[in-house]
């Protein structure tokens, strides 16, 4: 993956129409760019800021089904839920894996009442499904959570649901999509959408931020894949284009790694103002999370609530022995869900809303794709490419996705191991790794990365800045922000030289970072109020 050999093609095509051009590279839009290399048509794929800076880097990295939408009644959303579930793991075992998670139960009625619900959950879940759930003693409940509050202890319910790390899938998808013969750019912004003489989209004008320079380009087809900016490229088309769109918020605490010292997973379905609350083991430590508040308006990197800290804090502390405070908090990062507005919804209780995914056609002919979950976004970029067929008059070709093997596939890689995230592009960065004894280099002690992976970012993923690398090629950012801001001038030194950039561009890069990475160690925190939530 080479930007500039990218721009190169995009230059060659000229005022070729491509078949299908997709505005964004989340879940969605990198999703749909698979579906249509796959299916042998040609696709364009653009996107403003980097590959998953929007929400896709953001979530609770859960590959389920979701018992929450179980419990609301939405069992065709959960059985979708399951079944793609079933084909990521089967799909993208080197990123996918089964993971246990224990709802604690301090109630007399909690351990039939979840036990019942769990099993339902496996049912649903057929011949896709994970391992099945069961009632624990006290005894198994601990054995599993060493660290759980004991006091008041009843038991518990275990079930199984899956866990990923969601910036390296969507990079593996940008590679796949890329293998199938795609054409994708970052940093390449939608700037307008360009019309026919009656009116039909027929492309779009792309500004490389790099550059400045613009690239018009023709489309059979044009996906607006835009996540929580979805109206902002339906008023490109129809400045009066009605709000799609409710984003809410959700932030998520990173700890150390003792807090949970388990395999396994707490979920507690609900918290005291209704919500469900997860503490997970990830890449070493322990994310807590998440909250669900309603927003104004949509922004790549929202401060979290003080509210928000309080309540994931104190709900954890309830449930764990050792109660963590701010100190503990190695990285909070916040996302934000693009939740598709009913009419007549009543949009200020977002937890409400629904997670189904929605396909617009606007008078125009452009197509939007919008809300969902990353779990099911193979399901919602077929939907969208049958529609888009329909559309855009293309030929009928089957969506071949279910069974397609994702960029870096590998079975059997230990997710506690080095490199393991990478699959069989593993092997790759060892064999960079041994060139020289400076890219074999461990960044930093507290965190695994080496520096090979640096220029394997840019190499290979397209990385263009020291985030790229630290935030979505590497979840440094995320895992824990002083050790990253830490590691940011070796990243840009490395960064500098695959790039051809002077120590100026370097220093720069180390600077931006810093700030960046301060908004992800609670130094800044939004000073409002958030909105207040409608309660049932
Ligand atoms: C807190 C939280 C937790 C979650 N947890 C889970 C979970 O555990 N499991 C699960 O299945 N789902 C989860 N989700 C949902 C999931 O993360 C989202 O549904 C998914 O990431 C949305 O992807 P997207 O591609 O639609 O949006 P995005 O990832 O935001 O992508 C949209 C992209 O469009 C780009 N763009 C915008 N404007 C332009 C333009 N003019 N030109 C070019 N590009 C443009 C943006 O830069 C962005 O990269 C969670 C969501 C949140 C917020």
């Known amino acids: 993956m080479n930007r500039e050999e990218m721009i190169a093609r995009v230059e060659q095509r000229g005022a070729e129409p491509w078949d299908v051009v997709v505005i964004g ?20 794929l653009l996107e403003r800021e980097d590959f998953a800076k929007g929400t896709s880097s953001r ?45 604690p139960n301090y109630s007399w009625w909690e351990t039939p009442f979840y036990g019942i619900g769990m099993k339902v959950y496996d049912v649903l879940a057929g011949k896709y499904g994970f391992g099945k759930s069961r009632i624990l003693s006290k005894e198994e409940t601990l054995e599993r959570l060493p660290t759980l509050k ?61 550059t400045g320079r613009k690239f018009s380009v023709q489309a059979r087809v044009v996906v607006n894949a835009t996540g929580i900016f979805t109206d902002e490229i339906r008023r490109m088309d129809d400045a009066q284009a009605k709000t799609m769109v409710q984003p809410s918020q959700g932030i998520h605490l990173v700890l150390d790694g003792s807090f949970l010292r388990a395999n396994s997973a707490i979920m507690v379905p609900h918290t005291s103002d209704g919500r469900v609350l997860f503490a997970i083991p990830w890449h070493e430590h322990t994310v807590v ?23 994931v804090l104190d709900t954890a502390g309830e449930y764990l022995s050792h109660k963590p405070t701010r100190a503990d908090v190695l990285s909070v990062y916040v996302g934000i869900r ?27 002919g452009l197509l939007t794709i919008v809300g969902g979950k990353w779990t099911t976004y193979r399901h919602m970029a077929e939907d969208t490419m049958n529609h888009a067929i329909t559309l855009g008059k293309l030929d009928d070709k089957p969506c071949v996705t279910k069974d397609l093997k994702i960029h870096g596939y590998k079975k059997g890689m230990d997710p506690h191991g080095d490199l393991w995230v990478y699959g069989s592009d593993a092997e790759k960065i060892q064999a960079l790794a041994q060139e020289s004894p400076e890219l074999a280099q461990q960044m930093n002690p507290q965190l695994p990365q080496i520096a090979a992976e640096v220029v ?18 590497t979840r440094a950012l995320f895992l824990n922000a002083h050790s990253a801001v830490a590691m940011a001038p070796e990243a840009a030194r490395l ?6 950039k002077d120590d100026a561009w370097a220093n720069a890069q180390v600077a931006q970072f810093t700030e960046l990475a301060a908004q992800y160690m609670l130094e800044k925190v939004n000073p409002g109020k958030p909105p207040e939530e409608k309660k049932d």
């Open 25 to 44: 590279g989340g879940a969605t839009g990198a999703g749909v760019a698979v579906d249509a290399a796959t299916r042998g048509f040609s696709v364009l």
């Open 59 to 103: 979530s609770t990295k859960l590959v389920h089904g979701g018992v929450r939408y179980l419990e609301q009644g939405n069992i065709s959303l959960v059985m979708e839920a399951l079944k793609e579930r079933g084909l990521l793991l089967q799909n993208a075992p080197h990123l996918v894996h089964d993971l246990p998670f224990v709802v």
């Open 150 to 210: 004991q006091e008041g202890l009843r038991g518990g319910v275990v079930y199984h649901d899956g866990q990923f790390d969601d910036a390296r899938l969507l990079i593996d998808l940008i590679k796949t999509a890329v293998d199938h013969g795609a054409t994708v750019a970052n940093y390449m912004p939608v700037v307008e959408l360009t019309k026919d003489d009656e009116g039909f989209v027929n492309g779009v004008v792309a500004q490389d931020s790099e």
């Open 289 to 311: 999370g998440t909250t669900d508040t309603p927003i104004d308006a949509p922004s790549y990197e929202p401060l979290p609530f003080e509210q928000e800290i309080e309540f």
């Open 338 to 364: 693009p939740l598709v507005k009913a009419a007549g919804s009543d949009s200020s209780k977002t937890s409400a809303l629904s997670r189904d995914h929605t396909i617009h056609i606007d008078q125009s």
């Open 456 to 473: 394997w970012a840019a190499r290979e993923e397209m990385a263009r800045t020291v985030e790229d690398v630290l935030a979505r090629r």
């Open 495 to 500: 960064l500098a030289r695959e790039l051809g």
